[in-house]
């Protein structure tokens, strides 16, 4: 079990292999004694409650219960799609029988239809998860902004990817692919990627670089400070109302330190 606080989220620090086991309490109507009674029926990546029975020495940790969540990617999900491209026979996409896009991030699923549409510079950002979260966390602070919010926008956005991986042809698309760049899908065809390279004079399609990424990860925050989250879609699955986070330890401010 992953003990929040006690463990970190980055698997490569500590492995599952290496975290403790927990106990799991079962209801009166269990036999109560070892091979009688039903087992625990928990699957990975549940969100559970409990206490330590050992006290301070936090060793024998207890399940008192579960409690339901939607399911967002991990950093680890994160840096397992990153690393490797499968392409598998689904449609992702917000329609009738295709996968939710969130979803296939965390599964590190991709279009069967456009396996290599976009580009393998345009697939994939050019930082890892952790190194766009450290660059939202340092924004974050000189913004007065809850650095765990924004991080959960990011997290339901752009993921791991660069470009947008819902397929998509007409105005708003690139390369069969929709028109969303960077950690919080700057999109391009009546969105924020417009005002973005308007301002900047920086193309997004060119833009998977540290520099471009950290410059959009600034405009984006800056954008929330003044109109909430509510342009971003992510924050339905991410669980987070428009205004959530901001006048975080002091008043919320724009700083344009992109350019």
């Not at 006690?6 to 290496?18: M, Q, R, S, W």
């Not at 060793?59 to 991990?74: A, D, E, F, M, T």
Request: proline share 6%; net charge negative; aromatic share 8%.
């Amino acid at each position: 079990m992953r003990i929040h606080g006690i463990h970190p989220t980055d698997h490569t620090l500590v492995e599952n292999a290496d975290l403790p086991w927990a106990t799991v309490i079962a209801p009166t109507t269990s036999g109560g004694t070892s091979g009688i009674g039903a087992a625990p029926a928990l699957l990975a990546g549940a969100q559970v409650f409990g206490l330590f029975m050992d006290g301070k020495m936090s060793q024998l940790p207890l399940i008192v219960g579960s409690i339901p969540h939607i399911v967002v990617p991990s950093e680890q999900q994160e840096q397992n799609y990153q690393a490797a491209q499968r392409d598998n026979p689904v449609s992702i996409g917000y329609g009738l029988n295709q996968v939710d896009p969130a979803l296939a991030r965390a599964a590190g699923l991709t279009s069967s239809a456009t396996p290599s549409a976009g580009g393998a510079n345009l697939k994939f950002s050019s930082m890892t998860a952790g190194e766009i979260q450290r660059v939202i966390r340092e924004e974050c602070a000189l913004r007065f902004i809850d650095p765990s919010i924004a991080i959960r926008i990011y997290q339901a956005e752009g993921g791991g990817y660069y470009q947008s991986q819902v397929p998509r042809s007409g105005s708003g698309s690139f390369n069969g692919l929709e028109a969303s760049f960077g950690p919080y899908q700057l999109f391009i065809g009546g969105g924020l990627g417009d005002e973005y390279e308007r301002l900047t004079g920086r193309s997004l399609v060119n833009d998977n670089s540290v520099e471009g990424i950290t410059n959009q990860i600034r405009f984006a925050l800056d954008e929330a400070v003044k109109g909430g989250w509510t342009p971003w879609y992510g924050r339905f699955p991410a669980r987070v109302s428009s205004n959530e986070g901001f006048n975080y330890g002091g008043t919320s401010v724009v700083k344009r330190n992109y350019s």
